[in-house]
């Protein structure tokens, strides 16, 4: 795009519970946007009637400001973005967060950028010169977000080897230049989830984090494990998400059976609790992580269980007698031999949920070719090409 194809820019600020902020935020942008065609988007989520002040406040300024209330969000704040992005009124669309930690004042150097016509996103950054990462509640919030601004580009430094902040919730990108259908939204870092699908042309501006205006940060060791879990499936697929919530099932089953032993507890009874609860624990994290999306096309939650718990004790009752067979009779190393088996029942166990537990249900089968296909696409690819 060049600036003679600019028609404007759609501001989108995704919203959730940031009444507050709704007013300021408006008065800045349109203050900032003074002699440039936008409208502001809200697509909200919120409990507090942050729609309704948005509805009040679009009758006190000169710009179209519009919002969406989701009853239903699906996605989160990433898909709160991408329903912003197909509601649209211009292609040039900035993407800003409600809590004025991203200062409106900038939109117009964003749009600036975009308009040399040599780019198709253009990032605020807190980590180039000039930028400012000050907002950050502490110390501890600093480097955690540094660290993963680091871990980011270290897994895609194709991807991003022109965007020192992925995880920045401000940027402009252009429309017409993102697949939405590639995007899998997880909750939030939807300039990763977009960046890291498909190969734009980016370039930076710097910009100061400011601190929360109002309302409560949505930072939690949940979000955090969500983002581990996204930036997974992003780089290696689905397979690799999966493998995460194995690992983790791994150590509660040891920390399980310790605990229960050291109460007095027989290690054979121990070790059967220990893994019927992580055989339980790993099928609901898969339900909320993994296999998401396929859920409405799939059988009921019962069966599903059912089938999932039905496997992993099966396979369970087939790996020790293997395990003991090559340790006893081909005197393999009981570590080697372990880890042999419990790479080939991952595999299998990965096989098993994908194609069996979470197949659609019986009658669609273009449906079901679809979901095998986009199986199979994500756990032979990487997320980087």
């Known amino acids: 795009m060049t600036i003679d194809h600019f028609a404007g820019a759609t501001i989108i600020v995704p919203t959730y519970n940031e009444a507050p902020n709704v007013e300021p935020l408006v008065r800045r942008?349109?203050?900032a946007m003074d002699g440039v065609a936008c409208e502001v988007l809200f697509v909200d989520d919120s409990s507090d009637?942050?729609?309704?002040?948005?509805?009040?406040?679009?009758?006190?300024?000169?710009?179209?400001?519009?919002?969406?209330h989701r009853d239903e969000p699906v996605g989160g704040l990433s898909g709160a973005v991408i329903l912003g992005l197909e509601q649209a009124a211009h292609d040039a669309c900035v993407v800003i967060d409600g809590d004025l930690q991203h200062p409106p004042e900038r939109i117009p150097a964003l749009v600036a950028r975009f308009r040399a016509g040599d780019v198709d996103a253009v990032v605020a950054s807190r980590y180039?010169?000039?930028?400012?990462?000050?907002?950050?509640?502490?110390?501890?919030?600093?480097?955690v977000s540094r660290v993963t601004t680091a871990l980011t580009k270290?897994?895609?430094?194709?991807?991003?080897?022109?965007?020192?902040?992925?995880?920045?919730g401000f940027f402009l990108v252009d429309r017409t230049r993102v697949d939405v259908a590639l995007l899998r939204p997880r909750g939030f870092k939807i300039l990763l989830e977009i960046l890291a699908r498909q190969q734009l042309r980016v370039a930076e501006i710097p910009f100061d984090?400011?601190?929360?205006?109002?309302g409560a940060s949505k930072a939690s060791i949940r979000q955090g494990g969500r983002f581990l879990v996204q930036l997974a499936a992003l780089r290696f697929g689905k397979m690799s998400a999966f493998a995460i919530i194995g690992g983790?099932?791994?150590?509660?089953?040891?920390?399980?059976?310790?605990?229960?032993?050291?109460?007095?507890?027989?290690?054979?009874?121990a070790a059967i609790i220990a893994a019927e609860a992580t055989i339980i624990g790993n099928f609901l994290l898969q339900e909320r992580f993994v296999f998401r999306e396929m859920l409405d096309e799939a059988s009921s939650g019962r069966t599903r269980f059912a089938k999932s718990f039905a496997f992993n004790n099966t396979e369970a009752l087939v790996r020790i007698p293997v395990l003991a067979l090559l340790v006893e009779t081909w005197h393999i190393s009981s570590v080697v031999a372990a880890a042999i088996t419990l790479a080939v029942a991952f595999v299998a166990?990965?096989?098993f949920h994908a194609l069996v537990v979470y197949a659609p249900r019986r009658g669609r089968s273009a449906r079901t070719q679809r979901v095998l296909e986009?199986?199979?696409?994500?756990?032979?690819?990487?997320?980087?090409?």
């Open 349 to 351: 166990r990965y096989a």
């Open 154 to 168: 270290a897994m895609f430094p194709l991807r991003l080897r022109d965007c020192s902040d992925p995880m920045t």
């Open 248 to 269: 983790l099932g791994a150590v509660a089953n040891l920390a399980i059976m310790w605990t229960l032993t050291q109460l007095g507890m027989p290690y054979i009874w």
């Open 29 to 31: 942008i349109v203050a």
């Open 374 to 385: 986009e199986i199979d696409e994500q756990v032979t690819a990487p997320g980087e090409l």
């Open 128 to 143: 180039v010169r000039d930028g400012s990462a000050a907002g950050l509640a502490d110390l501890t919030r600093n480097l």
């Open 49 to 68: 009637g942050t729609a309704d002040e948005v509805r009040r406040v679009a009758g006190l300024v000169d710009i179209p400001v519009r919002v969406i």
């Open 209 to 214: 984090f400011a601190e929360r205006a109002a």
